[in-house]
């Protein structure tokens, strides 16, 4: 059947696209980025397309078990192979973030005279550093800890010119087995920074990513988490193309890197399982215009604040 079919065989696709990409390339990655985001008129997808998404996801099947088992193996090694391939192009600064998590702006509690006190930080699944160095420049009280499990995107993160500041130390590390303890001390962080990561992994390692986290938290520290939710546009388009779905709601691209999409009551129950007060979680709405391509589309988001117990 037609949605059995898998993907390329991610090393051969990875060989196809190992050229650097060319101007032409580069500006359709570029038109492909938002160029215009606004709140939607009304906080949820209106009843018409709720159910148009809904029921091309429904139509939508699993393949076949050896090719789920091999995509969600390979993980990390596709993720290193987009970042050898796209390098610093692919993604734009998030510049958004102060808007979003006020808790990493500038402001200062110290009185006149006294010392500000240091806040220790980490982004998982840091990329090359999109995050990071913007929020470094946004408050300098910040130190970061950066991981990732993409060796190429740490070593892009370290030739970064604010690198050598002192202010951030990045590594690399699979959250679902390699523990951050062995890097970060045990306790010690105020805010942990959760961007578009977790949907790279498969619901079954979440607790053990999430475990992971807690362990060098301190309590009352805070967990900044925004992703993919259930019912993106992202992920109509995905099963309107049968042969992409891994798992319910997950999904595998065509370079090999898998995308999840969260819902409110799947990230809620995860998290007090694990130990965390939700602060807040509910999904984001935002209408993309992609003026180069002519195309409006509706994107989900779910955003939350998760404070260790």
């Known amino acids: 059947m037609a949605q059995e079919q898998p993907l390329q065989d991610p090393v051969a696709a990875a060989t196809a696209a190992a050229a650097p990409p060319s101007e032409e390339e580069l500006s359709s990655i570029e038109a492909r980025q938002v160029k215009l985001q606004k709140p939607l008129p009304a906080s949820i ?12 996801i ?24 987009f970042y050898k391939r796209n390098e610093t192009r692919f993604y ?69 010119e604010d690198y050598p500041q002192g202010r951030c130390s990045a590594f690399v590390c699979d959250l679902t087995k390699d523990p951050l303890t062995d890097t970060i001390p045990a306790g010690s962080l105020d805010i942990v920074s959760s961007i578009f990561v977790l949907s790279a992994i498969p619901a079954e390692k979440l607790e053990a990513a999430v475990r992971n986290i807690k362990e060098v938290m301190k309590p009352g520290g805070m967990i900044c988490f925004r992703d993919y939710a259930v019912y993106d546009a992202a992920q109509v388009k995905f099963s309107s193309n049968p042969g992409r779905m891994l798992d319910t709601n997950l999904y595998v691209r065509q370079d090999g890197t898998m995308s999840h999409f969260f819902s409110v009551e799947q990230m809620t129950e995860l998290f007090e399982r694990e130990g965390f007060r939700v602060e807040e979680c509910g999904y984001v709405h935002r209408e993309t215009i992609n003026r180069a391509m002519d195309l409006s589309l509706d994107r989900r988001f779910l955003q939350a604040k998760f404070i260790k117990l």
Request: glycine residues 4%; hydrophobic residues 40%.
């Open 45 to 56: 997808i209106s009843p018409e397309k709720l159910e148009y998404a809904q029921g091309v």
């Open 58 to 81: 429904a139509k939508d099947k699993a393949i076949k078990p050896f090719w789920v088992n091999k995509y969600k193996n390979e993980a990390a090694k596709n993720w290193d192979r």
């Open 92 to 160: 734009k600064d998030r510049h958004w973030i102060e808007r979003e998590f006020s808790i990493f702006s500038s402001s200062s509690t110290a009185a006149e005279g006294e010392e500000e006190t240091k806040i220790n930080c980490l982004e998982i699944g840091c990329g090359v550093g999109n995050f990071i160095f913007p929020v470094l420049d946004l408050n300098k009280r910040l130190f970061m800890y950066a991981c990732d499990f993409a060796p190429h995107a740490i070593e892009l993160v370290k030739q970064h």
